[in-house]
């Protein structure tokens, strides 16, 4: 197996927020009191008011600087509360009304306003306190209930007291030990007060914490991070995005995202120094689903960083940027993002009719208001629609945000001082599957993917992250020669990047060139002899290919560094099987499933030894839980129908062998094998059946005709069986069998 890298580059992505609020318990008290309603008091219609749309944030322990949700509290608070509210400084809202109908909207309506009004001019009556709605209750832990497993940084950070903000990379590994689906992330700051906002990113090769193997528990410094996206396509799909107000993230039915063993999670946190020193030690809560995702949601990105360089003073600079779209979406969310120089924010996309659908407007952008904002509805965007992103910067001494006094150059970068102009869009393929350009079947994120990065390319033609990914995603979709074109000369530019090189291997091993892909391999590997994926793959070319000898001595020292990875104990096991060394074979897949027992790989491998080896059980028991770690080739299912013959099961046989036929009927072995199976048992008619479908798959399989004429004379149809056994020998004239049996046949005819 390969290991192809799909680089994603993200800045400071974000998520989908659904509050985890106390709604059920609000919209039964806010039905009370209908009846009689003439001046506003605090028990009605104030606290539902303020319950609805304040104290998540103004509670104890909220982001809020005070709490609301006594009488007393909006009684003291209820000039400030009159004019934020008539202002729109609170709830915070950036979203103008009419350019996208969002789920979470906190606009207050024109209503709720009077009310407020009418209240504090009244001088804030508390009405009948027995009436008044029950205060919505609110823990300080997970706000989700006890999540189904919690990751905790494994040190703490601490944050000096002042100086720049500062970003954080916390690891977690994520101890599970097979394939999870995630319906809900919660994060737990462990000091609220510091913490800006947070991101999570999915490390698939645990690429990072490798990486930094020696110091990596403390957290590593930095905000943009390149990762692999390991062997299969898998573009970062889910805004995973917090904070202080908006605690937890659920994910809409079916779009749970998956996490394997072996994976990392990594918060990207924005940590702002307080004036005291503080410390943090962010805990990740994870919650489960068994349910498998049903739909494949994906994150684009608009943005033209390369043309930031704002003068200072120019009170109105504009940055653009557009995509094509090349098949039909539904878009799910999206998170504008600009640091204190942005001020109008907005994006739009424009059918192939010409019918504009405005996607958000932020007319007074404030990065400390920043949010994911979903869509209540899915919004269809058809194929050929351009989406645009119009951003407007303010750098003149009258932007109050502005950082600088007077205003300087301002050109594009991370620190919150620089400018950034990203649109990150959530989009729903409406078919999974779409047609690529060669008329091939392909996942629809990949023309997506490939769209995206040709606009980056067409915009910047050395803009050597899009380069890659179009070469990995034409050696995703099969088209090995052009990742060759594109790799080696990403490999000319940058003769020193191991990566490169080994993806370049990869690519001349997936076009059958595997003794050009050993030579690079080899030759990553003195570009950087820890290069864990160079070292993995050229240990496995050399295993397919009958070097059982390099290939362990590869595997070796792959271990050497890195002595628990899985993988390479199963690679290990496999080549020392080959080698003859069954003991040592053992021990090293007993290993690899110690630290992963869902390898599907290893599992199978282990099995074929102890299948030869004469130990039917363990190899039923192996290849069991290969099937529910989720393979599906049919080669398990066959090897698991011999171990069952040999232990004499040969009705688990036989289900073995239809699990095979449902994966694949288009192979004829499986056909016949049940054939064989079924004749054993007597069921001759049912294993004619079968052995007639095995050849009309595979006309031209002399064995096949071969044994369907001893099935026929078993059942005794000898007219039958003589024409089969006559269309085997023409096919292979040398048929010993089929010869001999004819001759049985007429024999045992001339004797009637
Ligand atoms: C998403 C969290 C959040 C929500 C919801 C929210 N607030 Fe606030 N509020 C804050 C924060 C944070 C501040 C501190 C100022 C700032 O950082 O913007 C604040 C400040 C205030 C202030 C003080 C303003 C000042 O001039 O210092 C008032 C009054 C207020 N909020 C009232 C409300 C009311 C009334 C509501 C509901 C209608 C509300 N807030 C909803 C987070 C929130």
Redesign the pocket.
């Known amino acids: 197996m390969t290991r192809t890298v799909l680089i994603t580059r993200r800045a400071a992505p974000a998520l989908l927020i659904a509050l985890a609020s106390v709604t059920s318990a609000l919209s039964q008290t806010s039905a009370v009191a209908k009846a009689i309603v003439p001046t506003p008091s605090w028990s009605h219609p104030i606290a539902p008011?303020?319950y609805s749309?304040?104290t998540?944030?103004?509670r104890p322990g909220?982001?809020?600087?005070?709490s609301?949700l006594t009488y007393d509290d909006a009684r003291r608070?209820s000039t400030?509360?009159l004019?934020?509210?008539q202002s729109r400084?609170?709830?915070?809202w950036l979203p103008e009304p009419g350019y996208g109908d969002f789920a979470d909207n906190?606009r207050?309506s024109a209503e709720d306003l009077d009310k407020?009004k009418g209240w504090v001019q009244d001088g804030m009556p508390e009405g009948n306190a027995a009436e008044a709605p029950t205060p919505p209750k609110y823990t300080s832990e997970w706000q989700l209930g006890t999540p189904d497993i919690v990751l905790a940084a494994p040190e703490s950070f601490t944050v000096p007291a002042d100086g720049q903000d500062l970003f954080r990379n916390f690891i977690y590994p994520v101890s599970v030990t097979r394939t999870r689906y995630v319906r809900a992330v919660e994060i737990l700051p462990g000091n609220a007060r510091v913490v800006h906002h947070a991101n999570i990113l999915i490390d698939r090769t645990a690429e990072l914490r490798r990486q930094y193997a020696s110091d990596w528990r403390a957290g590593i410094p930095g905000m943009e991070l390149e990762i692999g996206s390991g062997d299969r396509f898998d573009p970062d799909s889910h805004f995973l995005f917090w904070k202080?107000?908006?605690p937890a993230v659920v994910e809409p039915p079916g779009m749970a995202w998956r996490i394997d063993p072996g994976n990392d999670l990594i918060l990207n946190i924005h940590l702002k120094p307080t004036g005291r020193v503080e410390t943090v030690q962010p805990r990740i809560g994870l919650y489960f689903t068994d349910k498998a995702p049903t739909r494949a949601p994906m994150l684009l990105q608009l943005e033209h960083d390369a043309a930031l360089d704002i003068p200072a003073g120019n009170s109105h600079f504009v940055v653009e940027d557009e995509l094509r779209l090349p098949i039909a979406v539904y878009a799910l969310g999206i998170y504008p993002h600009a640091h204190y120089l942005g001020k109008q924010l907005e994006a739009w996309s424009i059918a192939p009719n010409g019918a504009r659908t405005p996607l958000i407007l932020i007319k007074d952008w404030d990065i400390?208001?920043q949010s994911v904002y979903s869509y209540r509805k899915p919004l269809l965007l058809p194929a050929g629609s351009v989406l645009h992103m119009r951003y407007i910067y303010d750098n003149s001494p009258a932007n109050p945000r502005n950082p600088a006094n007077p205003p300087i150059r301002v050109h594009n970068g991370n620190r919150s001082t620089d400018e950034m102009g990203h649109l990150w869009l959530q989009v729903l393929p409406v078919h999974a599957i779409e047609r690529d350009r060669h008329g091939h079947d392909s996942d629809a994120r990949m023309l997506l993917e490939r769209a995206w990065m040709e606009h980056r390319l067409t915009r910047d033609p050395t803009d050597r992250l899009a380069a890659y990914n179009l070469a990995s995603l034409d050696s995703m979709s099969g088209n090995a020669s052009g990742a060759i074109s594109i790799y080696s000369k990403l490999a000319a530019a940058e003769p020193t990047d191991a990566r490169i090189a080994t993806s370049l291997g990869a690519a001349q091993q997936q076009n059958g060139d595997w003794r050009s892909a050993i030579a690079t391999y080899k030759h990553a590997l003195t570009l950087d002899p820890a290069y864990t994926d160079a070292r993995y793959n050229l240990a496995t070319v050399e295993l397919q290919h009958d070097q059982y000898d390099a290939a362990a001595a590869d595997y070796r020292a792959l271990l050497q560094q890195h002595p628990d990875d899985a993988a390479g104990h199963g690679g290990l096991g496999a080549a020392l099987a080959q080698l003859q060394q069954p003991d040592a074979a053992r021990t090293e897949f007993d290993r690899a499933l110690a630290l992963d027992p869902a390898q599907t790989d290893t599992l199978a491998n282990y099995a074929s030894l102890e299948l030869g080896a004469n130990n039917p059980q363990h190899t039923q028991e192996l290849l069991t839980k290969a099937i529910a770690a989720g393979a599906h080739d049919p080669a398990i299912y066959q090897q698991l129908a011999f171990a069952d013959q040999q232990t004499r099961h040969p009705e688990e046989a036989e289900a073995a062998l239809r699990s095979a036929i449902a994966v694949d009927p288009s192979d004829p072995t499986n056909h016949s094998l049940l054939a064989q199976l079924l004749a054993a048992r007597g069921d001759l008619a049912s294993a004619i059946t079968e052995q007639q479908t095995a050849l009309r798959i595979n006309q031209k399989d002399a064995d096949g005709w071969s044994n369907l004429g001893v099935l026929h004379a078993q059942s005794g149809q000898a007219a039958q069986a003589r024409s089969d056994f006559e269309r085997a020998l023409a096919l292979d004239p040398q048929h010993a069998q089929a010869r001999a049996n004819l001759a049985r046949l007429n024999t045992g005819a001339a004797k009637q």
């Open positions: 008011i303020l749309n304040c998540t944030c103004h909220g982001a809020g600087p005070f609301l608070w400030q509360i004019t934020v509210t400084f609170m709830p915070p906190r207050l407020i202080p107000d908006t400390d208001r």
